[in-house]
């Protein structure tokens, strides 16, 4: 045993630098909060910005400056001006969850390396699957991301409708499977469906109306057109929401074609499926418990830090047969549906323990912690649309069902391809400042800007002071 070995490891010396690593994020978090940090994130060219940690690494190591550096020098979620990407403000406990998984390092892929985070993991599916109303023959099972989330999806309907062992088998000459997606889907199910070998093919994408729902007066149309060029539809993508827009599919006449013509229906829910668990925005997921899987990301909307998803199947034993391959020094026959061998069930092997997140946080707060978190960011999205609407400046493409804005300043004189370029050039402006982070979007050949209403403390304010500030920057250019 070396001495350098000996000092890593060394318990004492751990507790030292987690108190301290405790101090600097909690002192940050509180600095966010009450917005003596100025900063959401600290603007840098990528290129500039590797040299200086390069450089950082030959540098003499002192533990408290190393870590505030690291926290002042990236992004800043908590931040009330953070108004960006769709990756959650997180309850702060759900960090001391990820300090435990570093810490202990119990890869769960069978029972015996993740005892706790097994058990745990599906207590919270099962909670998750019946708060949106599924039955008690539902279950569901975390992984690592919604891309992965909706791969595993996918990969069960391809098992189940296609007619054969897929998993076994393999592809087919002369069968064709497709997948209809909508138009407005997240990258990663075309991504999913063309991993699965389909190619573009696989995927029949389904028009949006003009408020940017799948347009389910033509499916009957698609599905027939598929049929003609020798695709066999095995199933159904539903948005609830949409990454774009933040707009929901409706997912009961989604559900009415998939039960007519016997096909897969998944509903990708990684952003806005959460919303079935709350009352005052239930309504948007009608539908949701008629669904054949869905995926919900805890990471979104539910406070919980990345990447925590969870896959749900309406039926338990069709989530059992989609991996069908057998690893003899891993899982015995007896094992092969047993659910606390989670390696039967997801890509992943060696797994995080990402439902102890979950799981201190529904018991330290109880569920209404996640009904809070939404409803409040949910909220501020119908805030925000209604400063926007109130200023003749901005231009509000469609009414918002979640806290998911876009809108675009609008300069007369301009034709579109020109306020385009201003909108592009006002938004790289905003971020190089730093004082706000927002992100941008375009849809019918109009770039808007697009805010996530991540933060519960975001509020009315900072929302006007971001028109105001969007108004500013546009003026200099």
């Given at each position: 045993m070396t001495d350098l070995l000996k000092r890593a490891y060394d318990p004492e010396h751990f507790r030292e630098q987690a108190h301290k690593l405790a101090d600097l994020l909690a002192d940050h978090l509180a600095a966010c909060a009450d917005q003596t940090e100025t900063t959401v994130l600290p603007w840098m060219e990528p290129d500039e910005r590797l040299a200086k940690w390069q450089s950082e690494l030959d540098s003499e190591f002192d533990f408290t400056c190393f870590w505030q550096q690291a926290i002042d020098d990236t992004i800043h979620l908590h931040h009330p001006k953070y108004m960006g990407h769709q990756v959650s403000a997180t309850i702060p406990l759900s960090g001391l969850g990820d300090m435990i998984n570093g810490a202990l390092n119990n890869g769960s892929a069978i029972y015996e390396m993740g005892p706790v985070s097994t058990a745990m993991e599906r207590i919270v599916t099962d909670w998750l699957a019946r708060a949106i109303g599924y039955g008690p023959e539902s279950s569901g099972v975390l992984t690592s991301g919604g891309s992965l989330g909706n791969l595993t999806a996918i990969l069960a309907a391809r098992q189940h409708k296609s007619g054969f062992n897929y998993w076994n088998e393999g592809n087919k000459p002369g069968f064709h499977p497709a997948v209809m997606v909508s138009e407005e889907s997240h990258y990663s199910i075309a991504r999913a469906i063309q991993i699965m070998g389909w190619g573009d093919r696989g995927i029949v994408r389904v028009p949006s109306t003009p408020d940017h729902k799948m347009d389910v007066s033509m499916l009957e149309g698609l599905f027939r057109k598929a049929g003609q060029k020798g695709l066999t539809i095995l199933a159904l993508v539903g948005n609830a929401c949409s990454t774009s827009t933040g707009i929901y599919d409706n997912l009961e006449s989604q559900a009415d074609f998939c039960e007519e013509h016997n096909i897969w229906f998944h509903i990708d829910g990684a952003h806005g499926g959460a919303a079935a668990i709350t009352p005052d925005y239930r309504h948007l997921t009608k539908g949701i418990e008629r669904a054949d899987s869905v995926v919900i990301d805890f990471h979104k909307m539910l406070g919980v830090s990345a990447l925590t998803t969870a896959v749900l199947f309406r039926e338990s034993a069709r989530s059992y047969d989609t991996f069908n391959q057998k690893a003899a020094y891993i899982l015995h026959d007896v094992e092969r549906e047993l659910w606390y061998n989670s390696a039967v069930r997801t890509l992943e092997c060696t797994k995080n323990m990402m439902g102890i997140k979950v799981y201190a946080i529904l018991k330290t707060y109880g569920p209404q912690i996640f009904v809070d978190y939404l409803s409040?960011?949910?909220?501020?999205?119908?805030?925000?649309?209604?400063?926007?609407?109130?200023?003749?400046?901005?231009?509000?493409?469609?009414?918002?069902?979640?806290?998911?804005?876009?809108?675009?300043?609008?300069?007369?004189?301009?034709?579109?391809?020109?306020?385009?370029?201003?909108?592009?050039?006002?938004?790289?402006?905003?971020?190089?400042?730093?004082?706000?982070?927002?992100?941008?979007?375009?849809?019918?050949?109009?770039?808007?800007?697009?805010?996530?209403?991540?933060?519960?403390?975001?509020?009315?304010?900072?929302?006007?002071?971001?028109?105001?500030?969007v108004k500013r920057v546009a003026a200099k250019i």
């Open positions: 409040s960011c949910y909220a501020l999205g119908k805030s925000f649309a209604g400063l926007i609407k109130s200023d003749p400046d901005f231009d509000l493409p469609y009414e918002p069902e979640s806290n998911i804005v876009c809108f675009r300043l609008i300069r007369k004189g301009l034709d579109t391809h020109e306020n385009n370029t201003l909108i592009a050039r006002v938004r790289q402006r905003i971020i190089e400042d730093g004082r706000f982070y927002i992100v941008q979007t375009a849809f019918d050949g109009v770039t808007y800007l697009r805010t996530s209403l991540m933060n519960p403390f975001t509020t009315i304010d900072d929302m006007r002071e971001l028109l105001h500030e």
